[in-house]
């Protein structure tokens, strides 16, 4: 298993190759990396075939237990018999997207559907205009004034953006926050931590990139204004508890304790970022836990921002609201890319079911011509990591099970059919 993880690893740096945007991290031996780059853009046949072979050479599948709840939180049989079957798994799905991300490498397009079944192991639930609107009505109420809701919501946020000057105060603070709080449930390796920078000009809003050695460079996009609550859905998203923690639980207990070489990269289009994507997105919930986030957020980030904090309550529904619109994106990049949309389209389907400005649409488009039916991760991927968690008892009544399986999920290889 050792011998195809390594080859594993050379492969994926060699897909990187041919796109920039696939190896998301690697942290492992760097004459690997060098020898990658030496090799320049193998042919795509040459990379397919190698991805084959190594799926043929994978010893039989063994089934997964059934689902139980975990044992004692620390315990030597928490979860650790059931590793390896999970790092086979783990491989074969990593190894299948790899293969699916070559072959649209040389022009092979899928439907949205069957790519984001290819790359992410998992296909996102179809919601109509209709299913928008009856949210877009509940909001309706939740906006103050008259006009249609599209301004009237971009004119009442206006209130609530981070002043430039502050902006990086008020992520330190609810970075110190999530930290605090994530520590308090999950072993830290030592010595983790990540730093800040602030960029333009990108098609994401914010984007972890995980160094090794526990540590992240966390880049804010600063080309749109950033709304108050920007401070702790980044800070729990990119942050504690993670991407950032994810990313060092996998390098402490995978490739450090085990020698789990495959850990120590990241291609973007695999079923990983699923995972990814979705713990990162609920573990804003799990760290502040129903009201705690407004709370928090009227205490102690809006006086940093410089904001009126008698606006938290409501401006915190309206949050709530909004998310529930979260899969309107999909719809726009599904309908976009399987060319039922056309560019204007998909655009104007943004700002009136997701209620995004043009200019956040419009960044929102880059990001979907770019990474594609990625965008399900987000959604559909916390959709599936918290019933995943709640099924096993960590549910938002029972904090400390639902920290438990957090943290065994973020240190395991399991991927999106493993939730399921
Ligand atoms: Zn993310």
């Given amino acids: 298993m050792n011998r195809i993880a390594e080859s594993y690893v050379k492969l994926v740096l060699a897909v990187g190759q041919h796109d920039a945007n696939y190896v998301d991290a690697f942290y492992g031996p760097a004459e690997w990396k060098q020898a990658a780059e030496a090799a320049g853009k193998r042919p795509l046949p040459e990379l397919l075939a190698e991805a084959r072979r190594l799926l043929a050479a994978l010893p039989p599948l063994a089934p997964l237990a059934p689902s139980a709840a975990s044992p004692v939180p620390g315990s030597a049989a928490d979860a650790a018999d059931e590793l390896p079957l999970l790092r086979r798994r783990y491989l074969e799905r990593q190894l299948s997207a790899l293969a699916a991300h070559v072959e649209a490498l040389g022009g092979l397009r899928r439907t949205f559907d069957e790519e984001s079944k290819a790359l992410y192991d998992a296909v996102a639930p179809v919601y109509d205009a209709a299913h928008f609107q009856a949210i877009l009505d509940r909001i309706d109420h939740v906006v103050p004034g008259k006009g249609p809701l599209p301004a009237r919501i971009e004119a009442y946020r206006r209130r609530f953006v981070i002043p430039p000057d502050r902006v990086d105060r008020v992520f330190a603070a609810a970075i110190a926050e999530c930290r605090r709080r994530t520590a308090a449930h999950v072993a830290l390796p030592p010595g983790e931590s990540f730093t800040v920078a602030y960029v333009k000009d990108k098609p994401w809003s914010g984007y972890n990139w995980y160094q090794g050695g526990f540590q992240s460079l966390i880049q804010v996009n600063t080309d749109l204004p950033i709304y108050i609550e920007r401070a702790l859905d980044l800070a729990g998203h990119e942050g504690y508890p993670g991407h950032h923690v994810y990313n ?6 995978l490739v450090r304790d085990r020698g789990w070489v495959e850990l120590t990269v990241y291609p973007l289009f695999s079923p990983q970022s699923l995972i990814a994507e979705g713990t990162a997105n609920f573990g804003v919930e799990v760290v502040f836990p129903g009201p705690e986030r407004v709370v928090f957020e009227r205490q102690v980030l809006y006086p940093l921002a410089g904001l009126d904090p008698g606006g938290a309550a ?86 400390d099970q639902r920290w438990h399986e957090f943290a065994r999920l973020i240190s395991s290889p399991r991927l999106p059919s493993d939730l399921r």
Avoid: C
């Fill in 314 to 399: 409501q401006y915190d529904r309206l949050q709530e609201l909004l998310r529930d619109l979260g899969y309107a994106g999909n719809e726009a990049a599904r309908g976009y890319l399987d060319g039922k949309l056309t560019r204007d389209a998909a655009q104007a389907w943004l700002e009136r079911y997701a209620l995004m400005s043009p200019e956040r649409a419009a960044q929102r488009l880059r990001f979907i011509e770019t990474y594609r039916s990625y965008v399900i991760n987000y959604n559909y991927g916390q959709d599936l990591v918290r019933r995943y968690i709640e099924s096993r008892g960590g549910t938002a009544d029972h904090p």
């Fill in 248 to 253: 060092a639980l996998l390098e402490q207990h």
